[in-house]
């Protein structure tokens, strides 16, 4: 699955499987989200990163932080 470059609230980049909304019942968040930074652990929120607005080396290193599954 591709996986999406999100910025979170606490500074960080990584990417992360991003569902949309299905539901348009939902709560608008519009496309932020709450959830657990892997970088830095705090839950955080976090909306999806404008890749044109990043360097390449910002979004590689994003890459390499793919967030796992909830231990
Ligand atoms: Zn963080």
Redesign the pocket.
């Known amino acids: 699955m591709t996986r999406t470059i999100v910025k979170?609230d606490?500074?960080?980049l990584y990417a992360t499987i991003w569902i949309p909304l299905i539901s348009l019942k939902a709560v608008r968040m519009g496309n932020r989200r709450f959830q657990h930074?892997p970088?830095?652990?705090?839950w955080?929120w976090t909306e999806q990163a404008d890749v044109s607005q990043l360097t390449a080396e910002e979004v590689a290193q994003a890459q390499q932080r793919e967030d796992l599954p909830i231990p």
């Not at 970088?39 to 705090?42: E, I, K, L």
């Open positions: 979170s606490c500074g960080h930074c970088v830095c652990r705090p955080a």
